[in-house]
C-alpha cells in the first residue's frame, strides 16, 4: 500500500498543506513542535477513522478553524482510491469519503489503508509490564482474526464477571453458584485466545529474530518465549486440548480463588519473555537494545500483516531514531528497502539514500 499524496486543511497546527511522497520512506525532519507528529497522525487519521494522541475529535482542528479536511490518494493492488474525512468544530459528525462516495462507518474504509504505528512509548514495551505486551499481541490480531476479537471481548467480559461474583461473595455468597458456568466459557474462549496468541507469537518471534539479527550487524540473536497458564504444555495444540489443560488448571485454583477472592486461572495474565542471547531483555537490555528490538517487532508485525493481507501496510515510526546508534539508525533509514515508510525525527543529520526528505516548520513543508 502507497499513500501517493496527502493534502490537510485545518488539522493541527497545518493551515493548508499539500505533499507527494515517496513510495519508498519519507523522512520528516524538523524541530520540536513543527508539526511531525501530527503529520503522522492525519495519515493515522484516515487509515483508522481515529487518532492515536486523542479521542476528542475538538483537539483536531485547527485553533479557531471551522472544520478540519483530511484527503489523500492511496495506491492499493494496483488500484488508486481518495480517502478523505472532514471534520467540523461543534456537534455536527464528521464525514468519511471513500472515492467520493460518503461511507455511514468507520468499518466501510477497513483494508483501504492499513498502517503500523510506532511511537515513543512502544519502545520500551519489552521491559514495561506485561500488559503492554499483551496489548501488543491483542492489537494486532484483533485487526487480523476477527474471531479473536470475539473471543477475547467474551472473554474480558466473563472476567468482569467472575471477579465481580469472587469479590461480593460475602455479602452475597450465592454469586459463587455461578462459577461453573463462567469457568466453563473462559476456558472456551481461553483455549482460543491461548493458542491463537501462541501461534501468532511463534511467527512474529521468527521474523522479528531476523530483524533484529540484521539490525544488530549479526550480533544478536532475538528469541521471544510465551508464557501462558502453567498447565499448557503445548499452547499451539488443538483448542480441545488447551481447553481441558484450562479446566484442569482452574479446578486446582478453585480454591485458592475463593479464598483471594481474585481470578487466578486464565489467560489474562500472559506475557512473552524477550532474551537476546539468551539473556533477559526485561532484566539486562540496554535502552538501544530495547528499542531496536523493539522496532523489529514492529516489522515482523507488518511482515504478518502482508502474508494475511497481500500487501504491506504502510510503516508509521515517529520519533524513533534519538536513542539509536548510527549504525541502527542508518538500518531503519537505509535497512527497510520495501514498502513505504514514513519516519520523523529531530536531527538534520539523519541522511537517507533512499526517498525523500521533507523539511517542516510550522506546519509547512520549508
Ligand atoms: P516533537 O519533535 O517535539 O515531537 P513535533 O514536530 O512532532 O514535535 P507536533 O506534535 O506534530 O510536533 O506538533 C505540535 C504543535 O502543534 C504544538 O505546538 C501544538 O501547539 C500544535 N497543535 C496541536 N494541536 C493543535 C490545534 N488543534 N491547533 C493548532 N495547533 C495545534
Ligand atoms: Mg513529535
Known amino acids: 500500500m502507497i499513500i501517493k499524496n496527502l493534502s490537510i486543511q485545518g488539522f493541527r497546527n497545518y493551515e493548508s498543506f499539500y505533499c507527494?511522497?515517496?513510495?519508498?520512506?519519507?523522512?520528516?525532519?524538523?524541530?520540536?513542535?513543527?508539526g511531525k507528529t501530527n503529520l503522522l497522525e492525519a495519515i493515522c487519521y484516515?487509515?483508522?477513522?481515529?487518532?492515536?494522541?486523542?479521542?476528542?475529535?475538538?483537539?483536531?482542528?485547527r485553533f479557531g478553524a471551522e472544520f478540519a479536511e483530511l484527503s489523500a490518494v492511496?495506491?492499493?493492488?494496483?488500484?488508486?482510491?481518495?480517502?478523505?474525512?472532514?471534520?467540523?468544530?461543534?456537534?455536527?459528525?464528521?464525514?468519511?469519503?471513500?472515492?467520493?462516495?460518503k461511507k455511514?462507518?468507520?468499518?466501510?474504509?477497513?483494508g483501504v489503508l492499513n498502517t503500523v504505528l510506532f511511537c515513543p512509548e512502544d519502545l520500551l514495551v519489552l521491559k514495561k509490564g506485561a500488559a503492554e505486551r499483551r496489548k501488543l499481541l491483542d492489537d494486532a490480531l484483533c485487526q487480523l482474526r476477527p474471531r479473536y476479537a470475539k473471543a477475547l471481548e467474551e472473554y474480558r467480559r466473563l472476567l468482569a464477571q467472575k471477579s465481580a461474583a469472587l469479590r461480593e461473595r460475602v455479602d452475597r455468597p450465592e454469586m459463587l453458584e455461578l462459577l461453573p458456568e463462567y469457568n466453563e466459557r473462559m476456558a472456551?474462549?481461553?483455549?482460543?485466545?491461548?493458542?491463537t496468541r501462541a501461534k501468532y507469537l511463534r511467527q512474529l518471534a521468527e521474523r522479528a529474530a531476523c530483524h533484529h539479527l540484521a539490525f544488530s550487524g549479526g550480533r544478536e540473536e532475538l528469541c521471544l518465549c510465551y508464557q501462558t497458564v502453567s498447565t499448557v504444555t503445548e499452547p499451539t495444540a488443538p483448542a480441545l486440548e488447551v481447553y481441558e489443560q484450562l479446566k484442569e488448571h482452574q479446578s486446582s485454583h478453585c480454591r485458592a480463588e475463593i479464598e483471594s477472592m481474585q481470578c487466578l486461572s486464565g489467560p489474562h495474565k500472559d506475557d512473552f519473555e524477550a532474551?537476546?542471547?539468551?539473556?533477559?531483555?526485561?532484566?539486562?537490555?540496554?535502552?538501544?537494545?530495547?528499542?531496536?528490538?523493539?522496532?523489529?517487532?514492529?516489522?515482523?508485525?507488518?511482515?504478518?500483516?502482508?502474508?494475511?493481507?497481500?500487501?504491506?501496510?504502510?510503516?508509521l515510526l515517529d520519533d524513533v531514531l534519538s536513542e539509536l546508534d548510527p549504525g541502527r539508525r542508518d538500518f531503519v533509514l537505509n535497512g527497510i528497502r520495501t514498502g513505504q515508510v514514513f519516519v520523523t525525527c529531530c536531527e538534520a543529520d539523519a541522511v537517507t539514500q533512499l526517498g525523500k526528505t521533507f523539511h517542516i516548520a510550522q506546519g509547512k513543508i520549508v
Open 20 to 34: 507527494d511522497f515517496d513510495p519508498g520512506v519519507n523522512l520528516i525532519v524538523g524541530e520540536n513542535a513543527q
Open 46 to 61: 484516515l487509515s483508522r477513522g481515529a487518532a492515536f494522541r486523542t479521542r476528542k475529535e475538538a483537539e483536531l482542528i
Open 74 to 101: 492511496v495506491e492499493s493492488f494496483g488500484r488508486e482510491q481518495t480517502l478523505r474525512t472532514v471534520m467540523f468544530a461543534g456537534r455536527r459528525p464528521r464525514q468519511l469519503w471513500l472515492s467520493g462516495v
Open 104 to 110: 455511514a462507518s468507520r468499518e466501510d474504509l477497513d
Open 188 to 195: 472456551q474462549t481461553g483455549a482460543i485466545i491461548i493458542t
Open 275 to 315: 532474551t537476546l542471547n539468551g539473556i533477559s531483555m526485561k532484566a539486562f537490555g540496554s535502552q538501544g537494545q530495547t528499542r531496536t528490538a523493539a522496532i523489529s517487532l514492529k516489522l515482523a508485525e507488518r511482515d504478518l500483516f502482508e502474508a494475511d493481507t497481500g500487501e504491506q501496510p504502510v510503516l
